[in-house]
């Protein structure tokens, strides 16, 4: 990965082989980040998506091996039991423009993947929540 901070906004060049989530949470931790919002575009040769399903309180996840376009991954970086959680919704497509989109839990680089990210003041906390089963940012 290669980073730079402009105007308070960090920019991740991230390489092919890389992990999206992975390497957010990485540059997190080294920079002391305990809070953040970020949004990346690029290529992937693996994702695997989620769809929560609450009924169940459990996640139905989907991987998929194939050069993809990241069309846009959004999320965000908080805090829960102490270790950071990195939070991130996505949209990928493949070489027919078939568009596949949900939870991302992890996203393997392909060619690259641009990543901006913006630091917050503070830390956001984040709970698990017994009637949901999500871990729910903690906003008093």
């Known amino acids: 990965m290669k980073s730079k ?4 906004t960090h ?3 991230l390489l092919e082989g890389e992990k999206l989530i992975e390497s957010v949470t990485n540059f997190c931790a080294g920079k002391n980040i305990g809070a953040a919002t970020f949004s990346a575009i690029g290529a992937l040769k693996e ?3 989620g769809f929560y399903d609450l009924a169940a309180k ?9 050069e993809l376009e990241l069309d846009n991954a959004t999320g965000n970086v908080a805090v829960l039991d102490g270790k950071l959680i990195v939070h991130a919704h996505a949209t990928a497509s ?5 568009a596949f989109g949900g939870h991302l839990k992890e996203a393997v680089i392909g060619a690259s993947c641009e990543v901006f990210l913006k630091p917050l003041q503070g830390k956001i906390e984040r709970k698990h929540d017994d009637k949901t089963g999500l871990k729910l940012m903690q906003i008093d």
């Not at 901070?5 to 308070?8: C, K, P, R, T």
């Open 5 to 8: 901070e402009l105007n308070g």
């Open 11 to 13: 920019v991740l060049l």
């Open 47 to 49: 994702a695997e998506l």
């Open 58 to 66: 459990e996640y139905r996840w989907k991987k998929m091996k194939a």
């Open 94 to 98: 493949d070489n027919e423009m078939h």
